[in-house]
């Protein structure tokens, strides 16, 4: 049972790094072009949207405005330039407002 878990440990971790590793070896010394580096810097805001959308829509499945009413908050945060924990705490307020009014 314990080797079991080991192992599993084990391919797990390879199963984590390799993908990391892979580009760092097979890309070493090699400049790609540019519209693919256009396309890979964007790569993590379409992911965090794609993450995030879902959850604003389906937070709470009888009130959809409770989701929309926390993004607007973080949204508008964000947009003024405030940092990250200001954007989080802002939007939970809004909420535990919202919340408590309704």
Same mark, same amino acid.
């Given at each position: 049972?314990?080797?079991? &878990?080991? !192992?599993?440990?084990?391919?797990?971790?390879?199963? %984590?790094?390799?993908?990391?590793?892979?580009?760092?070896?097979?890309?070493?010394?090699?400049?790609?072009?540019?519209?693919?580096? $256009?396309?890979?810097?964007?790569?993590?805001?379409? %992911?965090?949207? /794609?993450?995030?959308?879902?959850? &604003?829509?389906?937070?709470?499945?009888?009130?959809? !405005?409770?989701?929309? /009413? $926390?993004?607007?908050?973080?949204? /508008?945060?964000?947009?003024? $330039?405030?940092? *990250?924990? *200001?954007?989080?705490?802002?939007?939970? %307020?809004?909420? /535990?407002?919202?919340?408590?009014?309704?």
């Amino acid at each position: 049972m314990k080797s079991e &878990i080991l !192992w599993m440990i084990i391919g797990m971790g390879l199963v %984590t790094y390799i993908p990391r590793m892979l580009p760092f070896v097979l890309f070493k010394g090699m400049e790609l072009p540019p519209f693919i580096q $256009g396309v890979l810097k964007n790569v993590p805001y379409a %992911t965090l949207g /794609a993450l995030i959308f879902p959850a &604003i829509i389906f937070i709470q499945k009888d009130d959809i !405005w409770y989701g929309i /009413a $926390g993004a607007v908050a973080a949204f /508008a945060a964000a947009f003024l $330039g405030a940092n *990250v924990i *200001v954007v989080v705490l802002g939007s939970i %307020t809004v909420l /535990a407002v919202y919340s408590f009014f309704l």
